[in-house]
Nanobody
Framework: QVQLVESGGGLVQPGGSLRLSCAASRFSLDYYPIGWFRQAPGKEREGVSCISRYGRSIYYLDSVKGRFTISRDNTKNTVYLQMNSMKPEDTAVYYC?????????????????WGQGTQVTVSS
């Protein structure tokens, strides 16, 4: 079974930065648009960002626009989420997943091969 693996989470102060990575085992990421989602305690999972197969189409949640940047390096079979100017409300478990529709959107029902998630905590 294909699976994605997230890494790069941790504790960061408000205003700080983190870079998350999403890597694949057993399949090539370049066949899929890849999305980043997050879920905070007591809240529903929400789509944070998504990048199309070749990076021509990108989606961002309004609250992260201008602060987060998604990118992909298909030669390394990895998708990244650079998070800058982080806020306490960015605290959540972050997941990556592969689109099952060949399109980018924010609906988690259209994604599969979910990773196990990586915890991101923004706190002073």
């Amino acid at each position: 079974q294909v699976q994605l693996v997230e890494s790069g989470g941790g504790l960061v102060q408000p205003g700080g930065s983190l870079r998350l990575s999403c890597a694949a085992s057993r399949f090539s990421l370049d066949y899929y648009p890849i999305g980043w989602f997050r879920q905070a305690p007591g809240k529903e999972r929400e789509g944070v960002s998504c990048i199309s197969r070749y990076g021509r189409s990108i989606y961002y949640l309004d609250s992260v626009k201008g602060r987060f940047t998604i990118s992909r390096d298909n030669t390394k079979n990895t998708v990244y989420l650079q998070m800058n100017s982080m806020k306490p409300e960015d605290t959540a478990v972050y997941y990556c997943a592969a689109s099952t529709t060949n399109f980018c959107d924010s609906d988690s029902r259209n994604f599969g091969s979910w990773g196990q998630g990586t915890q991101v905590t923004v706190s002073s």
